[in-house]
């Protein structure tokens, strides 16, 4: 199985100030043939489902605010926030789609400092 | 809109059997395929289980397998999770979500994502 795993566990950052997480898997999840990353980034608010931000590592999903971006390939990836808005305070978490079973990380809990 | 609705979860005896369903709507139902993710309490998230569009193609977790089964009715745009032999560890809210692209696509992101419905094996 892929193991992800995020750092730091949580996360405290002012309102206006970057946040950023990290993400790695214990092998590559950039696949070959297509060149892309096979990693998705989640938002979970208390009571929610997941909510989809970034897919293939990179591309935001639509609607999602621009000061979310995904960068990272094969093994190390990240999600920065670029400017803390309250509305942010979530768990975040990584996912691998490459291969089953679907791992996610633990998660990174972000809160305002 | 798109939209997946989970239902059947409840408080059930270890050892007991739940079925769960998760009903579609807002896109053409029959060509994509769908997940089965867990939330234990305070915990992070666990994939279950996903199932094909057309149900040839079935996988499951370890820690499920054997004892759940995912199946779907194309008709009644629902998927349904079978969960027998249940343990107090499988106490989870439990989300379906979609693969996010049409067709053959199994290694996709999940998106949308259900509200969930709980399930509490406990005696």
């Known amino acids: 199985d892929i193991v992800m795993t995020q750092s730091p566990d949580s996360l405290a950052v002012s309102l206006g100030e970057r946040a950023t997480f990290s993400c790695k898997s214990s092998q590559s999840i950039l696949y070959s043939s297509n060149s892309k990353n096979y990693l998705a980034w989640y938002q979970q608010k208390p009571g929610q489902p997941p909510k989809l931000l970034i897919y293939w590592a990179s591309t935001r999903e639509s609607g999602v605010p621009d000061r979310f971006s995904g960068s990272g390939s094969g093994t190390d990836f990240t999600l920065t926030i670029s400017s803390l808005q309250a509305e942010d305070v979530a768990v975040y978490y990584c996912q691998q789609y490459y291969d089953t079973p679907y791992t996610f990380g633990q998660g990174t809990k972000l809160e305002i400092k | 809109q798109v939209q997946l609705v989970e239902s059947g979860g409840g408080v059930v005896q270890p050892g007991r059997s739940l079925r769960l369903s998760c009903v579609a709507s807002?896109?053409?139902?029959?060509?994509?395929?769908v997940h089965w993710v867990r939330q234990a309490p305070g915990k992070g998230l666990e994939w279950v289980a996903v199932?094909?569009?057309?149900?040839?193609?079935?996988y499951y977790a370890d820690s499920v397998k054997g004892r759940f089964t995912i199946s779907r009715d194309n008709s009644k745009d629902t998927v349904y999770l079978q969960m027998n032999s249940l343990r107090t560890e499988d106490t989870a809210a439990y989300y379906c979500a979609r693969a996010a692209e049409i067709g053959d696509h199994l290694y996709r992101w999940f998106d949308p994502w259900g509200q969930g419905t709980l399930v509490t094996v406990s005696s």
């Open positions: 199932i094909s569009f057309d149900a040839n193609k079935k």
């Open positions: 807002g896109f053409t139902f029959s060509n994509y395929a």
